[in-house]
């Protein structure tokens, strides 16, 4: 992914549905223990999308039980 977005900002032509699915699994680095800093072309995507109003209102929603 990283490699994939170099001089990229999206992961297709535009922001579209490929990013939204993606964001929250990457939302999880920590969980994961991966550093973003590691992949910085993943790392400036995911803070591109989570500067969005409309994902940070999103990310608020919780997970139904």
């Keep these: 992914m990283d490699k994939h977005l170099v001089g ?3 992961l297709g032509a535009e922001y579209s549905v490929a990013d939204i699915a993606t964001y929250p699994w990457v939302a999880r680095h ?3 223990k991966v550093d973003l800093a590691d992949f ?3 790392k400036r995507w995911f803070e591109m999308i989570g500067a969005r109003p409309a994902v940070q209102k999103g990310m608020k ?3 139904p039980r």
């Design 30 to 32: 920590d969980w994961h």
């Design 8 to 10: 990229r900002d999206w």
């Design 61 to 63: 929603v919780p997970a």
């Design 40 to 42: 910085p072309n993943v």
